[in-house]
């Protein structure tokens, strides 16, 4: 089993739609980041978070340390929103272990 | 700022060749990191450095070397090239636990 389990792998979404991209882990963590793989392979940091939520703009992310589970939510969903999402658990030391990721991709 | 570089972008080589894939940033981080990224499978660390002079093994380190000779450097090496080792190389480096990747090198080995 996955250390990092994303769900869905693939969610196609029309503009305009509310989106969720769940995460679990297994291992104990310092803090969990997402993070956006652009269709050019750019990857940039969304969020970092240890605790509660954080927001920014039409993202929303979530993270529930007890159950280790976190949410990605994009509110107001547009095709510049595609891209694959990666849910990212930090151990110790600054190491991040990496979850496949989720394809979103939102139609016109 | 030009962030986090990599050198080359692209790079095919035969077995058993050997090349070095350069990693350079200009935020004055002290942690860097090179991760290689295969289909159907996350990123996953290779070597990581916490600072100049110091590298460490991360989780698929076999096949590579790494140095971190300069701070705003981190080498990645491989001696012997093979087809196991075709990926899309990403190096980062972090501040306050945020990590900021370069674009990516493509190597094919054939």
């Known amino acids: 089993k996955n250390e990092v389990e994303q769900s869905p792998q693939n969610l196609t979404a029309q503009e305009g739609e509310f989106i969720t991209i769940n995460c679990s882990y297994s291992v104990g963590i310092s803090a969990l980041h997402w993070l956006q793989q652009h269709p050019g392979g750019g990857i940039v940091s969304l969020f970092m978070?240890?605790?509660g939520k954080k927001k920014h703009g039409r993202l929303i992310a979530t993270i529930n340390i007890q159950e280790k589970h976190s949410s990605l939510h994009i509110t107001a969903s547009h095709p510049r929103d595609s891209a694959v999402y990666i849910c990212a658990p930090e151990t110790s030391g600054s190491r991040l272990t990496f979850g496949e990721g989720t394809q979103l991709t939102v139609n016109p | 700022n030009a962030g986090v570089t990599q050198t080359p972008k692209f790079r095919v080589l035969k077995t058993g060749q050997s090349m070095t894939l350069l990693c350079a940033q200009d935020?004055?981080?002290?942690?860097m990191y090179w991760y290689r990224q295969d289909p159907g499978m996350g990123l996953r660390l290779i070597h990581y450095?916490?600072?100049?002079?110091?590298?460490a093994k991360g989780e698929v380190p076999d096949g590579y070397n790494v140095s971190r000779l300069k701070k705003q450097n981190f080498l990645l090496g491989l001696e012997s090239a093979a087809p196991s080792q075709t990926s899309v190389y990403f190096c980062a480096s972090s501040y306050r636990l945020v990590q900021y990747f370069g674009p990516g090198t493509r190597l094919t080995v054939t």
């Open positions: 935020m004055n981080h002290e942690y």
């Open positions: 978070l240890s605790s």
């Open positions: 450095s916490v600072g100049e002079g110091t590298t």
